[in-house]
């Protein structure tokens, strides 16, 4: 079609022996949002890889404005005006925040310096119009996910692209955010841009999409005018059957407190934070970027020092120093940074499973591993979360982002705690995943494990939480509990409006 800036014919592309992509054609019209969905696996991310020149398609050719193109190389893609926001992060954390906008396009003086000043301008203004205060001179290792995503976002509209591809923009993003994100993607596309949208939550493909194309295990399955499909039926079509209800159904918990934070604060980042969880509960951690909510799970595993304050656990105070102590007093946390600090991708499945149990597969005079007992470990959440993967030897490098998710999971659940911190459990994973992980920790917290759950999606918080804890620039705001777990209740709380107010 003459509309279309981009078309790909007949794209496969393997791994090894293993095909992920089966002849896969189509076309991108300018001045679009395209959004792309399926499950984990399905191919996304491996697709918007090739376009990108991160990998090289086995067979197929692409047309760029009519004309057959070769993109060995992300410079390639570059040139060509395509740019990518990845799933994973692709920032230098010992680099500022301009350096990396600006990393490999640095903007030059006349006399052939570095303009540290025009970029640090622009990488101001860039930040603004994403309504974000973060410093062009902060160090990315010092920021949250959620802003090291809106650098991303900042890092790939820099310069002028046609194409952007968007793999997963909003998975650690709150709903404020993702609003502003919104409305600029619709800015860049009434000045022309090209957007692919890549994501699992597929009320945002439906509002800000045009078009909608699935994926299905390597294959083309559907593509369809946003305005003629329902969600319900970008999932039947995602997993190639009918999903039965996501949520589980809530069961009261026992009145036991079993874990207890008072007063606990870490100077600059939280400040005087008090909660109870009780035995049998999911208690949601809810609040905008900044809140503090993250922070406050790295206090309680001993990643951050806490100034004042105590925790306990089946009322025994505990003196925790370091991640080490918090597991063995029975806590586990799953961190919001899968690659940065959840996972090492150059390790295996099996390795990954048990990063944090292995002790208990050494437990003999030599601390020789079990590997045997290893591998069937990682076997059994093989088989519990339908991982995808073609053996438990496979680096985790080569798995999808949401198969990569659960394999922190399970790593995460091996240690056996009481009291489970998941911190942005579903990001980057497909609705049938979320659907599997969200009965499993509801099956974990009947089975004596108690769970904080922290999420910026506030159908999670409502559809998982027995109480949600609400935060605002490191302090709680209020406790929510019941039908009083709704959107507007947590959003008052987010940002410090009272009713009154509103």
């Known amino acids: 079609m003459n509309d279309e800036i981009l078309n790909v014919e007949n794209i496969c592309k393997s791994f090894s022996t293993v095909e992920v992509l089966h002849s896969i054609s189509f076309g991108i019209r300018r001045g679009e949002i395209l959004g792309i969905i399926g499950e984990n696996g399905a191919g996304k991310s491996t697709m918007m890889k090739i376009l990108s020149g991160v990998y090289e398609l086995s067979s197929g050719q692409i047309f760029f404005e009519g004309k057959p193109v070769q993109i060995d190389s992300p410079q390639d893609a570059k040139s060509m005006g395509i740019s990518i926001i ?7 954390n010992d680099l500022s925040v301009y350096n990396n906008v600006f990393l490999g396009s640095e903007l030059l003086k006349k006399n052939g310096f570095l303009d540290k000043t025009a970029m640090k301008k622009r990488t101001r203004e860039l930040l603004s119009s994403l309504e974000v205060e973060i410093s062009p001179d902060a160090q990315i290792g010092d920021l949250s996910a959620a802003e090291k995503q809106m650098v991303e976002i900042s890092k790939a509209i820099a310069f002028k692209s046609r194409i952007l591809i968007m793999d997963e923009p909003t998975s650690v993003l709150t709903s404020h955010e993702i609003n502003i994100l919104f409305n600029l993607m619709r800015k860049l596309k009434e000045k022309g841009l090209t957007i692919v949208y890549i994501s699992h939550k597929l009320k945002e493909v439906k509002e800000i999409c045009d078009r909608v194309m699935v994926l299905r295990d390597g294959n083309f399955v559907l593509d369809e005018e946003i305005n003629k499909i329902s969600p319900e039926k970008m999932a039947q079509s995602m997993v190639g059957r009918e999903l039965s209800q996501i949520f589980p159904e809530k069961i009261k918990p026992e009145e036991k407190i079993v874990f207890e934070v008072k007063n606990i604060t870490v100077p600059d980042v939280i400040n005087n934070i008090s909660f109870n969880l009780k035995k049998g509960e999911i208690l949601g951690l809810g609040g905008l970027v900044g809140a503090g909510r993250t922070e406050v799970s790295e206090a309680i595993m001993g990643i951050r ?15 925790i120093k370091n991640p080490e102590g918090a597991v063995k007093a029975g806590l586990s946390y799953l961190s919001e940074d899968r690659q940065g600090s959840g996972i090492i991708t150059s390790f295996s499945v099996a390795h990954n499973t048990t990063l944090v149990s292995l002790p208990a597969y050494s437990d003999n005079p030599a601390q020789w591993i079990d590997k045997p007992g290893e591998l069937e470990t990682a076997e059994k959440y093989k088989n519990l979360f339908n991982l995808k993967t073609a053996s438990l030897q496979t680096p985790l490098e080569f798995l999808s982002g949401g198969n990569q998710q659960k394999v922190s999971m399970s790593k995460s659940i091996d240690t056996k705690p009481q009291v489970l911190i998941v911190d942005e459990p579903t990001r980057g994973i497909d609705v049938s995943a979320k659907q599997e992980i969200y009965h ?14 922290i999420s910026s999606e506030m159908e999670e918080l409502i559809g998982m939480c027995h109480r949600v804890v609400v935060m605002k620039d490191g302090e709680v705001t209020g406790t ?4 009083k777990i709704t959107e507007e209740e947590i959003m008052l709380l987010a940002t410090g409006i009272t009713e009154e107010d509103a």
């Open 440 to 453: 499993f920790i509801h099956d974990l917290v009947q089975n004596n494990v108690s769970c904080i759950f």
């Open 305 to 319: 020092k806490i100034s004042e304050g105590e925790i306990y656990i089946n009322g025994k105070n505990l003196k």
């Open 480 to 483: 929510l509990e019941d039908t």
């Open 86 to 92: 990845p799933q994973e992060f692709n920032l230098i």
